[in-house]
């Protein structure tokens, strides 16, 4: 067979798209097939065209997610302090019986069973029959909570589950496309569908609102609010009418499975950045609304990533940074606070050692301005068990607050600034001790340990308050130990006994 033959019998098998490309001196196989599910790396031009929003489905499905995102952030707030987060995972697995239901009743009377009010009407049904369930299953019989919201969440979903199988084999529709509420499908979404969710995410968000103040109080001391006279059952009641909301409007895009994290996630994330409420919705609603816009935006670049994960993954990467960069609550946060109080706490008790061993061998200064005698390392090393690196790192960390001088004859002595600190520090902690003895029965030979505990996160107003509870030793001065200051033997001065 001629080359000519073979190319004409090449033609006439390829497709238009194939010839095309070959006509362009392209390769053939370079044509991407439909069932190609690899992910590549997007062209400037593809993230300018999401950037900026060209596209008519990408303007609908980030304006849809990021107020789904917005309503979810604020109502999620409640529901977390209340503790009824995973009521609206219960509450979102319940909704499938009613979205299957609803499909065969609409399809059995003529009408478009695909349509999403309807499904939607028939998955807040549902959704509440659950949340009735669980709360006869609370109330009526010992069972907890967790346990009947496993039995509703389960029972819920593995009839939803039957009802979709039931609905493959009916004759007047078929089920493609009802799973999609399952996982979520982002992309579908239309203008109507963005308009549905952002007009009941942004009602949701002005009824909390308004609301604000009760839901609240609600949220914090059910009990104060009970006794104040505010409608606690009914405010109870509309919040959870609020998370059926939101979580309803929300399984086009995310699905039933992925929903509790954009209710959970956006007020997790935001409880590492403040301890106020009213700072801590704004957050939420503007963690949910970056989860919503970015990982629909994701998904316009990467066709093959799901939206619903993209926007579950995006707000678990915020979670992730809150968790470990949230100020005041965050991990390194917490971690340098944790290592200021520990060295804080290690430099009180250099002072105080000091202090007592120069109180025990009658070395105190006398004047206000006369310096105290050097202490030797190795008697510090025995007042406290400290190993020697541990105690030079101390000693550092107290020459930087200048208040002891590390001589070069390995001796530590306290300056006039130290000597103020290491005397207010041994005050108030024998003013503890006295306390703990006086008011808490605690035996004189077992209360240093006790006091020791505590005395470094005294007020000013607790030290004025037990100064006022108890009878001072002495008019002026230093309180005297209650029990007795034992040194190590190795030391050549003898043990001072003071008493009460």
């Known amino acids: 067979m001629s080359l000519s033959a073979r190319m004409l019998i090449l033609l006439l098998l390829l497709s238009p798209s194939q010839v095309l490309l070959a006509a362009e001196g392209k390769s053939i196989q370079t044509q991407r097939s439909i069932t190609d599910r690899s992910i590549e790396w997007p062209a ?24 789904l995102g917005m309503s979810a952030g604020m109502i999620g707030s409640f529901a977390l302090l209340r503790k009824r987060a995973l009521m609206g995972d219960a509450l979102s697995h319940a909704t499938l019986p009613g979205i299957a239901i609803a499909f065969i009743i609409g399809s059995t009377l003529g009408l478009n069973g695909k349509s999403l009010p309807l499904l939607l009407t028939g998955a807040a049904i549902s959704g509440l029959l659950g949340i009735a369930g669980i709360l006869m299953i609370r109330n009526l019989t010992r069972l907890k909570e967790d346990a009947a919201l496993g039995i509703v969440l389960s029972v819920f979903f593995g009839a939803g589950i039957a009802l979709l199988n039931i609905v493959q084999q009916m004759q007047t529709g078929h089920a493609a496309g009802l799973e999609s509420f399952i996982y979520g499908k982002t992309a579908s979404m239309i203008a109507s569908d963005a308009w549905l969710i952002g007009g009941a995410g942004l009602t949701c968000v002005l009824v909390a609102l308004l609301l604000y103040k009760e839901l609240t109080l609600l949220c914090f001391d059910e009990g104060f609010a009970d006794s104040r006279g505010f409608p606690v059952v009914l405010l109870d009641t509309l919040l959870m009418g609020l998370v059926v909301i939101v979580t309803i409007i929300g399984l086009q895009a ?230 007795d200051i034992d040194l190590p033997q190795s030391l050549s001065t003898p043990t001072v006994r003071r008493t009460t």
């Open 44 to 67: 400037w031009e593809d993230w300018r065209r999401v950037f900026l929003m060209q596209d008519y489905n990408t303007r609908v499905v980030i304006l849809g997610t990021t107020l």
């Open 254 to 483: 995310v699905g039933l499975i992925l929903m509790i994290s954009l209710l959970v996630i956006p007020p997790a994330a935001a409880r590492f950045w403040t301890e106020k409420m009213f700072w801590l919705t704004v957050v939420a609603v503007v963690l949910g609304a970056l989860s919503g816009m970015i990982g629909s935006g994701m998904s316009a670049i990467f066709p093959n990533l799901p939206s619903g994960a993209m926007i579950v993954l995006v707000a678990t990467a915020m979670f992730l940074f809150s968790m470990i960069f949230g100020v005041p609550r965050g991990i390194l946060v917490r971690k340098y606070r944790r290592y200021e109080l520990n060295t804080k706490v290690n430099r009180q008790h250099l002072l105080r050692g000091l202090y007592e061993y120069l109180e025990a061998h009658q070395q105190l200064p006398i004047g206000v301005t006369d310096s105290a005698p050097p202490v030797s390392l190795s008697a510090l090393e025995q007042m406290r068990s400290w190993s020697l690196p541990a105690l030079k790192k101390i000693i550092r960390s107290a020459q930087d607050e200048r208040l002891v001088t590390l001589l070069s004859d390995n001796r530590v002595q306290l300056t006039l600034s130290g000597l103020k600190e290491a005397a207010r520090v041994v005050h108030e902690h024998r003013l503890w001790e006295l306390y703990l003895i006086t008011y808490a029965d605690v035996a004189s030979s077992k209360v240093d340990q006790d006091a020791d505990a505590i005395e470094h996160v005294l007020e000013p107003e607790v030290i004025a308050e037990l100064e006022s509870l108890l009878v001072r030793q002495s008019t002026e001065g230093i309180l005297q130990s209650p029990h």
